[in-house]
């Protein structure tokens, strides 16, 4: 008994500058997002008048109401949509722009930098841009070079906002992702591509073989945390298609009922399931990651 309580305290003082470090960080994040997180919770099985009137535990009529409701759905396809085209514009082209980089031999430097300035743009800022880029009036940058009738690119046809509104994304994000992918390729020992050229390995040869199996650990990780990104896509839409439908993200729609509506409980249910997408998400980029530090310590 004396052992283990002489073993308590040792562990107790060794541990005890760090938990005095890290209990202020704790206490603050449990402040600002479990308390909030959790009244979330509570408010989406009551039916809230306002915003200080609490009525009566209704159970789960607010979730029952939410997948009754036309636009939740609505959002909820449309967040399908944003994945896949997420996935095919803005997942493929930074690993297509690392790859083309990496078998560069002149102004390597110049185009990393290059590719990488929209990252250092803010987010509203950038998407500003595109605003007067796509702007539907005569004067907008993409009808007055085609010229002819002006064209409402985020509303005619029906399809084409989410699109476009990936494409600004993709803009902004793919030159961070590429510096990613590139770094990964550049630990791959010239050795390999070396012996590939001795074999009489051609370009796409060497992708195949040496470069696309040396990414894919990151290929996986960066696939999660893409669909983690586009669930909780908010201002893109918001600024660029305004109150159109058809691009209607789950976060527009939530801040929509939660803050224009003033329809709180219903809003706060939607922020439930959203967050239950978001943690099976979380839970599969986990499960990867811990994967690869498992593959990593074996090959070790």
């Not at 070079?145 to 793919?174: C, H, N, Q």
């Not at 527009?252 to 809003?267: C, F, H, N, P, R």
């Not at 939607?270 to 690869?292: E, H, P």
Request: hydrophobic share 55%; charged share 15%.
């Amino acid at each position: 008994m004396k052992r283990a309580l002489k073993a308590l305290r040792r562990t107790i003082k060794r541990n005890l500058g760090g938990w005095a470090i890290m209990l202020p960080s704790l206490f603050l994040f449990a402040f600002f997002v479990w308390v909030p997180l959790l009244q979330n919770v509570r408010l989406s099985f009551f039916d809230v008048v306002n915003y200080q009137t609490i009525g009566d535990f209704i159970w789960f009529e607010n979730y029952k109401e939410i997948f009754a409701d036309a636009m939740f759905l609505r959002a909820l396809w449309n967040t399908m949509q944003y994945i896949f085209w997420s996935l095919a514009l803005g997942f493929l082209v930074p690993i297509i722009l690392a790859i083309v980089l990496n078998e560069l031999v002149h102004l390597k430097g110049f185009f990393r930098t290059a590719l990488n300035i929209p990252n250092f743009i803010p987010g509203i800022a950038a998407t500003a841009i595109w605003i007067y880029f796509f702007r539907s009036e005569q004067n907008g940058v993409l009808n007055s070079m085609f010229g002819g009738d002006a064209v409402r690119w985020f509303y005619e046809p029906s399809w084409s906002a989410i699109p476009l509104i990936v494409l600004t994304m993709t803009w902004k994000g793919a030159g961070a992702t590429m510096l990613i992918y590139l770094a990964a390729l550049q630990t791959i020992d010239p050795t390999y591509y070396e012996a590939c050229r001795i074999e009489g390995a051609n370009a796409w040869q060497r992708i195949r073989y040496v470069t696309i199996p040396t990414i894919l650990d990151n290929v996986k990780t960066l696939l999660i945390l893409q669909v983690i990104a586009v669930f909780q896509v908010f201002y893109e839409p918001l600024m660029l298609t305004k109150q159109n439908p058809y691009s209607y993200s789950l976060l527009q729609i939530l801040y929509k009922t939660a803050i224009q509506d003033m329809e709180v409980s219903k809003g706060a249910a939607m922020g439930v399931v959203v967050s239950l997408m978001l943690f099976a998400l979380t839970a599969v980029y986990l499960r990867i990651t811990r994967s690869r530090a498992g593959a990593g310590e074996n090959r070790g």
